[in-house]
C-alpha cells in the first residue's frame, strides 16, 4: 500500500478557488493511478477526478468538468487538484486515493489506499 496525506482544504466564498495536495508515500507502484472522491454528509463518497501515472490521462466527473483540474508531479510524488468556481453544493470531504489499476474502472470499495481526508467548505 501508499501512505496519502491531503492538504489545502478550508473555507472559501462561492466562486472562489482552492487548491488542494496529496503527498504519496511508500509503495509507489500503488500509486500509479491517483485520484479524488469527496463525500458529503448524508451522501455516497463519489468520485471527482483521477490521473493516470503519466499524466496523459485524466478523469473527470461531470460536476467537476470545466471548473476543476487534476495533475500530479511524480518527481515530488503528489498530486493536485485545482477547483475553480467552486459551489456550495461543492462542499464536502475531500479524500486522495490510489491503487495500480485505474481508479475509474473501480468501485469505490475496491480502491486500494485512501488519505484521511480534506474538509473542503464553500459559503454562498
Known amino acids: 500500500q501508499v501512505q496519502l496525506v491531503e492538504s489545502g482544504g478550508g473555507l472559501v466564498q462561492a466562486g472562489g478557488s482552492m487548491r488542494l495536495s496529496c503527498a504519496a508515500s511508500?509503495?509507489?507502484?500503488?500509486?500509479?493511478?491517483m485520484g479524488w472522491f469527496r463525500q458529503a454528509p448524508g451522501k455516497e463518497r463519489e468520485s471527482v477526478a483521477a490521473?493516470?501515472?503519466?499524466?496523459?490521462?485524466?478523469y473527470y466527473a461531470d460536476s467537476a468538468k470545466g471548473r476543476f483540474t487534476i495533475s500530479r508531479d511524480n518527481a515530488k510524488s503528489t498530486v493536485y487538484l485545482q477547483m475553480n468556481s467552486l459551489k456550495p453544493e461543492d462542499t464536502a470531504v475531500y479524500y486522495c486515493?490510489?491503487?495500480?489499476?485505474?481508479?475509474?474502472?473501480?468501485?469505490?470499495?475496491?480502491?486500494?489506499?485512501w488519505g484521511q481526508g480534506t474538509q473542503v467548505t464553500v459559503s454562498s
Open positions: 486515493a490510489a491503487d495500480p489499476r485505474p481508479l475509474a474502472t473501480l468501485r469505490t470499495s475496491d480502491v486500494g489506499s
Open positions: 511508500g509503495n509507489i507502484f500503488s500509486s500509479r493511478f
Open positions: 490521473i493516470s501515472w503519466s499524466g496523459g490521462t485524466a
